[in-house]
């Protein structure tokens, strides 16, 4: 009996160390079917957004593709690649993601120095999968029509038939400094094309068209001078692509809340946000209507100077830290400081972009946007100081006041610049007097490409051969 006994009880033993292996083990074939499933995910987003999506019918367009300008794509905030100089790219990535990477510029003064060793890649989504997976698939969209009209990236063999070039730059800096860096490109085009005339047509979205505005309006000045047109040397036809020409409420609110990046608050953490000097030139300028206070009623504000934030009560005035890195006294003066010096630059860089002409635009410019969705325009102000605006309305009444037709990002009135007194006199409500044409349809800010009446509009439009002069030659008869 005894040792029957011991044998039970070694073989409960054995049993029960048996159920410890294999409640063990439990954890295996889930995980293995979650990276399976996870890889076939990765796979399948893959192939759809590799996948040609094009709607309109580029046989249509006939005609010669040669005599056709080169065109140069100037993308948005958050559209060019940032990298290590060893080429690590360091946005955008997984590591963003999930985790984070301090894309922080420096708090130095002046904004010129402020800088640090990251430099541009290229377009954001169009030699990487993951940041399609985020949303960032306008770029993609945009190369890949342009490649199937029979734009190239570099000149053929016969130097003949149209091109197209990318405009990369650090989104992080200031927009003036970004406007030079696109005169320097344009020169080193028109120098490898051997053409000292050499003219473009420019594609700028969102951010992007900003900085092809001022060059247009002001080549590689400041923003205190008239408006000159220099730029128009380079360009022959500037297409305006969901442009928040007024600015957009979103800036403020990433910079008193910060931007999620897939499951990382850190990557874009507010005061991340806060030391980049082209955010502020995105914020609404003055007479945009961009808050309300609680009543609903529009605060004549300009968010543009720092007596605002130290009214309310934001950024480094606010009474407490709020996550900046207001340790002390010594680090709460350096930020207000440099938040002082952004809004200067920013207040001065809308200025010129509104300043009136005295000559009209010698250069085609025409705008496409999307009003099918609603986008948020204004936020509410609390009564108390030290609160930041709220950014989502609380009842139907609230977002009746705080919700116009867009994009989902940039508003029609932002696109069109309708706040300006030109507007009242355009026939289509622009306020800006170099805009020839203004087209809007059913398309989201990261789908504009995709859609097909924009193609086509887009495509005629850079497909356009150069017109060339005839040059008068004297008669011989009446020259001798």
């Not at 030699?127 to 053929?156: H, K, Q």
């Not at 051997?194 to 001022?214: C, E, K, Q, T, W």
Request: include cysteine; aromatic fraction near 8%.
């Amino acid at each position: 009996m005894k040792g029957m006994a011991r044998r039970r009880r070694k073989r409960d033993g054995i049993v029960q160390t048996d159920g410890d292996r294999a409640r063990g083990r439990d954890w295996f074939a889930p995980f293995m079917w979650g990276v399976l499933a996870a890889g076939s995910g990765m796979v399948i987003a893959n192939s759809l957004a590799s996948r040609r999506r094009r709607g309109f019918p580029l046989r249509l367009i006939r005609g010669s593709r040669s005599d056709v300008p080169p065109v140069v794509v100037i993308p948005g905030i958050m559209g060019s690649r940032l990298m290590r100089p060893d080429g690590t790219p360091v946005w955008l990535n997984i590591r963003n993601a999930v985790g984070h990477y301090d894309l922080s510029l420096p708090l130095t003064l002046p904004l010129a120095e402020s800088r640090d060793d990251l430099v541009p890649g290229p377009l954001l989504g169009t030699t990487a999968v993951m940041p399609r997976l985020f949303g960032f698939t306008e770029y993609y969209d945009l190369l890949d029509i342009l490649a199937a009209a029979g734009f190239n990236s570099s000149p053929s063999a016969d130097g003949h038939g149209p091109t197209h070039h990318v405009f990369s730059y650090d989104w992080r800096r200031d927009l003036v400094e970004t406007a030079r860096r696109l005169d320097e490109s344009l020169e080193k085009l028109a120098e490898a094309r051997g053409d000292p005339g050499a003219r473009f047509n420019v594609i700028g979205h969102s951010m992007g068209g900003l900085v092809a505005r001022y060059y247009l309006r002001y080549g590689t000045a400041e923003p205190d001078g008239p408006v000159t047109w220099a730029g128009a040397r380079r360009i022959a036809n500037l297409v305006l692509v969901a442009v928040p020409n007024a600015g957009g409420i979103h800036a403020l609110e990433a910079m008193l809340y910060g931007n999620r990046v897939g499951l990382s608050h850190t990557t874009l953490a507010a005061p991340v946000i806060a030391r980049m000097p082209s955010v502020y030139q995105l914020m609404p300028p003055r007479g945009a209507a961009a808050l309300l206070d609680d009543k609903l009623e529009p605060l004549d504000v300009d968010l543009h100077d720092a007596a605002t934030w130290d009214r309310y009560g934001w950024g480094p005035f606010a009474p407490a830290r709020r996550g900046l890195d207001l340790a002390d006294e010594g680090a709460r003066d350096k930020s207000r400081a440099f938040l002082e010096a952004a809004l200067l630059r920013s207040g001065a860089f809308h200025g010129a972009l509104a300043r009136a002409p005295e000559t009209p635009c010698p250069v085609r410019v025409v705008i496409l946007g999307g009003d099918c969705l609603p986008t948020i325009a204004r936020g509410i102000v609390p009564d108390k100081r030290g609160l930041p605006p709220r950014f989502v309305p609380w009842n139907r009444k609230e977002n009746d006041a705080m919700f116009e037709a867009g994009d989902g990002r940039v508003t029609r009135a932002s696109v069109l610049a309708s706040h300006l007194p030109l507007a009242e006199q355009s026939p289509f409500g622009c306020g800006l007097p170099e805009v020839a044409d203004a087209v809007f349809g059913s398309a989201d800010h990261h789908g504009i490409y995709r859609e097909p009446t924009f193609q086509s509009i887009l495509l005629r439009l850079l497909l356009r051969p150069v017109r060339r002069t005839v040059p008068v030659v004297a008669d011989p008869a009446a020259a001798g």
